[in-house]
């Protein structure tokens, strides 16, 4: 397994722009797919995006696309999600994830018992 830890969350206003950074050590951190989930208050954790391993491929949930964007250095061993047009309904704990590859990544990307490795998750918070 591969260790992350999320870092960047913070309070902003509507509108505003941030970026997460999940570091990652351990395991050969190229060899694993990269997500980004959320927890909203009262609300069960849901997809945000997804990386494959090289970065060729990416998927996003509805709500986020076009606003969103995952990235990864695996020289650095880290996965990004810069967030722009935040709005209040952003406002969760952001989680980074680590798959191995799996069949039909494509249209499981979303599934979260895929996901073999989580980090402690970090607060974004948007305010009106």
Same mark, same amino acid.
């Given at each position: 397994? @591969?260790?992350?830890?999320?870092?960047? +969350? /913070?309070?902003?206003?509507?509108? !505003? %722009?941030?970026?997460?950074?999940?570091?990652? &050590?351990?395991?050969?951190?190229?060899?694993?797919?990269?997500?980004?989930?959320?927890?909203?208050?009262?609300?069960?954790?849901?997809? @945000?995006?997804?990386?494959?391993?090289? +970065? /060729?491929?990416?998927?996003?949930? !509805? %709500?986020?696309?076009?606003?969103?964007?995952? &990235?990864?250095?695996?020289?650095?061993?880290?996965?990004?999600?810069?967030?722009?047009?935040?709005?209040?309904?952003?406002?969760?704990?952001?989680?980074?994830?680590?798959?191995?590859?799996?069949?039909?990544?494509?249209?499981?990307?979303?599934?979260?018992?895929?996901?073999? &490795?989580?980090?402690?998750?970090?607060?974004?918070?948007?305010?009106?």
């Amino acid at each position: 397994q @591969v260790q992350l830890v999320e870092s960047g +969350g /913070g309070l902003v206003q509507a509108g !505003d %722009s941030l970026r997460l950074s999940c570091a990652a &050590s351990g395991r050969t951190f190229s060899g694993y797919l990269m997500g980004w989930f959320r927890r909203a208050p009262g609300k069960e954790r849901e997809f @945000v995006a997804v990386i494959s391993r090289n +970065g /060729g491929s990416t998927y996003y949930a !509805d %709500s986020v696309k076009g606003r969103f964007t995952i &990235s990864r250095d695996n020289a650095k061993n880290t996965v990004y999600l810069q967030m722009k047009s935040l709005k209040p309904e952003d406002t969760a704990v952001y989680y980074c994830a680590a798959a191995r590859p799996f069949p039909d990544y494509s249209s499981n990307y979303h599934e979260e018992f895929r996901y073999e &490795s989580w980090g402690q998750g970090t607060q974004v918070t948007v305010s009106s």
